[in-house]
């Protein structure tokens, strides 16, 4: 069974940085991209970024370009999300995702995907 628990939110001012992390488990970790998505108070949850099984390819929503980077160790089965320069308006709980290919494309378009329970982060104005 694949478990995902995401840790490193928290409480950030604008234009602080946080970096979350997601541990994985339950199957093999580098077999499979990964990606992270967010749900701000009363939207609905939207794609932030993803990375490839290897972590040579990643790909983001245009809103985080430049500021977020997502990087994987995979000897360790955890994948990164830091955030850069965080706008009040990436306060959001954040989920780590996986699915059932080794593309950035297997995340984004995916049907069904792993998800964590998510992390919450809040940037302060």
């Known amino acids: 069974q694949v478990q995902l628990v995401e840790s490193g939110g928290g409480l950030v001012q604008a234009g602080g940085s946080l970096r979350l992390s997601c541990a994985a488990s339950?199957?093999?970790?580098?077999?499979?991209?990964m990606g992270w998505f967010r749900q701000a108070p009363g939207k609905e949850r939207e794609f932030v970024g993803a990375i490839n099984w290897g972590g040579g390819t990643t790909y983001y929503t245009d809103s985080v370009k430049g500021r977020f980077t997502i990087s994987r160790d995979n000897a360790k089965s955890t994948v990164f999300l830091q955030m850069n320069n965080l706008k009040p308006e990436d306060t959001a709980v954040y989920y780590c995702?996986?699915?059932?290919?080794?593309?950035?494309?297997?995340?984004?378009?995916?049907?069904?995907?792993?998800w964590g329970k998510g992390t919450l982060v809040t940037v302060s104005s």
């Open positions: 339950g199957r093999t970790f580098s077999n499979y991209a």
């Open positions: 995702a996986s699915g059932q290919g080794s593309a950035t494309t297997d995340i984004v378009g995916a049907r069904e995907l792993y």
